[in-house]
């Protein structure tokens, strides 16, 4: 069976192979859907991310049948949007199963961004199912030295040491520290997270978290509202004792205690946004932001209208998912255009918003392997593409993303693009 999903963002043929036994009966109207992901290749188990939906709209959640196993609900619906909702169980590479009543479902299972989603209709009657789902490898940027990350997660280590490989996330910067009150030191922040190790948590050789990460997001200042926005600090080792406002100082005390720490910008929509740049130069931009979800978008108006220059969206502070790409990319290429170098990011805010983990993601190419340290370089130098689905291989004479030409002369600089894409694109665009 086909079944093609209509998404502006992302066009995905999902197939799927259905193997039905019987097993014991339950009660009447009672049953058992065991589940079995493989890899098609290998056969092997491999961790995913299922959904299953009943003809009503209802949707259930899968439990291990393993003791060793895990099973992770996911349940989020956007406070604005009450369409805007992402509701899966990611479990790891053991049999799982759900209890539901007679009636008719559907099941999608996925696994990241390089398999191929598979989707079924199942008629649950008087016998208890189990399926066998192999699923497909399209791509394997692995293979060619590309490692992908979330930098924008908030998620608690033991939910991620499951999504991660499900999702085959190389690299999950949990923003454990968070604050949004003015002057409050991150190591007291009103939303971290607790029982934090200090160490990087290794799930398997590639599947790492780093779990000290700090967002300052303001939305208050003293007993008054005021938002000032979103500056995230990445792979820090050290407490953060100082809180914001002011930045400078908080930048430059960060840069003397943790020199290999990344800055992250947040979406760059807010009032401020535009200090970021010069208070935390070569701070990361993110391309794909917490906003950018597959569901129905919801944050349709914005912080600031885009300024009348940026054509598309032609000075408006509202639109749709395509307008604020649009707006997102727009500000980047100003700031480029203006002389800053922002390496781009991704990351989801899965844990918050209603979309999954590495929905759009940053891949790092690293030629020997994959090592967290140097990933972590390889992000800040610009190696890189984002996605939130394609893949974007490109050299520039035989060198990665982020390599800077320096001349006197008039240069000619070959380049090589290669797209690799589970659906037909519609166009590509090359900037210089």
Not at 65 to 71: I, L, Q
Not at 102 to 117: A, C, D, I
Request: charged share 20%; hydrophobic share 40%.
């Amino acid at each position: 069976m086909i079944v093609k999903h209509k998404n502006w963002l992302m066009l995905r043929w999902l197939t799927f192979t259905l193997l039905a036994t019987t097993i014991s009966h339950g009660r009447a109207a009672d049953r058992t859907i065991q589940v079995t992901v493989v890899d098609s290749n290998s056969q092997t188990m491999v961790a995913s991310r299922l959904y299953l939906k009943s003809s009503s709209g209802e949707s259930f959640f899968f439990k291990s049948d393993d003791p060793k196993g895990t099973a992770v609900r996911y349940e989020k619906q956007n406070w604005i949007n009450k369409n805007s909702v992402e509701y899966h169980t990611t479990v790891s590479a053991h049999r799982c199963s759900v209890v539901v009543p007679e009636g008719q479902y559907e099941l999608t299972v996925e696994r990241g961004k390089t398999y191929f989603p598979h989707h079924q209709s199942i008629v649950v009657g008087d016998r208890d199912l189990q399926i066998s789902v192999p699923i497909k490898r399209w791509s394997d940027p692995q293979s060619r030295g590309w490692y992908s990350g979330d930098t924008h997660l908030h998620r608690t280590i033991d939910e991620l040491k499951t999504v991660i490989v499900a999702e085959d996330l190389n690299v999950a910067l949990p923003l454990t520290n968070w604050v949004t009150i003015a002057n409050q030191a991150p190591r007291a922040g009103d939303k971290n997270l607790t029982e934090i190790p200090d160490d990087l948590v290794a799930v398997d050789s590639n599947h790492v978290i780093w779990p000290r990460n700090t967002e300052y997001e303001i939305f208050t200042v003293g007993d008054k509202r005021h938002t000032l926005g979103a500056l995230f600090v990445l792979g820090h080792q050290n407490g953060i004792e100082l809180g914001v406002p002011p930045w400078k100082p908080v930048v430059e005390s960060i840069k003397a205690s943790d020199p290999d720490a990344l800055f992250d910008m947040d979406k760059l929509d807010w009032p401020f946004a535009m200090l970021l740049p010069t208070v935390a130069p070569n701070a990361l931009y993110e391309l794909s932001n917490n906003h950018v979800w597959r569901t129905e978008f919801a944050f349709r108006k914005w912080n600031v209208a885009a300024p009348a220059y940026l054509q598309p969206p032609w000075g408006t502070n509202e639109g749709g998912h395509r307008q604020w790409i649009d707006y997102t990319l727009g500000m980047y290429y100003t700031l480029l255009n203006c002389g800053f170098r922002m390496p781009p990011s991704a990351g989801s805010a899965n844990g918050v918003h209603p979309v999954p983990a590495g929905f759009g993601r940053v891949y790092v190419h690293q030629r020997d392997g994959f090592d967290f340290k140097d990933w972590m370089r390889g992000l800040a130098a610009g190696r890189s593409f984002v996605t939130t689905g394609p893949m974007l291989y490109a050299t520039a004479n035989g060198h990665d993303p982020g390599h800077v030409f320096k001349s006197d002369q008039a240069l000619t600089i070959p380049m090589n693009v290669e797209v690799v894409s589970e659906q037909k694109l519609s166009y590509g665009e090359l900037l210089v």
